[in-house]
């Protein structure tokens, strides 16, 4: 069982920043691959990034240049740092925890962070 905590959003003007965190607890965080995801008004659900456990990042192509994910598996975190941010990056951003295990998928989610891009 992973535990997972996101906090940092708010509301920020068209061409700002801000940074996510998403604290985690509950299991070994070095082994979980972790993601972000967000969730516009009217919107399905999609993925934003993710790095694993190794470091390797992958982010969609709509925020490539802009979000960058780290992790810090000493205090069992992860950020996303979002610069240039347009009114399109409106939305609930999700932390999602991912671990495959003997053909089985375990994935956690936390419970939501608002981002409001607007001026």
């Given at each position: 069982?992973?535990?997972?905590?996101?906090?940092?959003?708010?509301?920020?003007?068209?061409?700002?920043?801000?940074?996510?965190?998403?604290?985690?607890?509950?299991?070994?965080?070095?082994?979980?691959?972790?993601?972000?995801?967000r969730?516009?008004?009217?919107?399905?659900?999609?993925?934003?990034?993710?790095?694993?456990?190794?470091g390797?990042?992958?982010?969609?192509?709509?925020?490539?240049g802009?979000?960058?994910?780290?992790?810090?598996?000493?205090?069992?975190?992860?950020?996303?740092?979002?610069?240039?941010?347009?009114?399109?990056?409106?939305?609930?951003?999700?932390?999602?925890?991912?671990?495959?295990?003997?053909?089985?998928?375990?994935?956690?989610?936390?419970?939501?962070?608002?981002?409001?891009?607007?001026?």
């Amino acid at each position: 069982q992973v535990q997972l905590v996101e906090s940092g959003g708010g509301l920020v003007q068209p061409g700002g920043s801000l940074r996510l965190s998403c604290a985690a607890s509950g299991s070994i965080f070095g082994i979980y691959t972790m993601g972000w995801y967000r969730q516009g008004p009217g919107k399905e659900r999609e993925w934003v990034a993710h790095i694993t456990p190794g470091g390797t990042t992958t982010y969609t192509d709509s925020v490539k240049g802009r979000f960058t994910i780290s992790r810090d598996n000493a205090k069992n975190t992860v950020y996303l740092q979002m610069n240039s941010l347009k009114s399109d990056d409106t939305a609930v951003y999700y932390c999602n925890a991912a671990r495959a295990r003997s053909g089985q998928l375990y994935t956690y989610w936390g419970q939501g962070t608002q981002v409001t891009v607007s001026s």
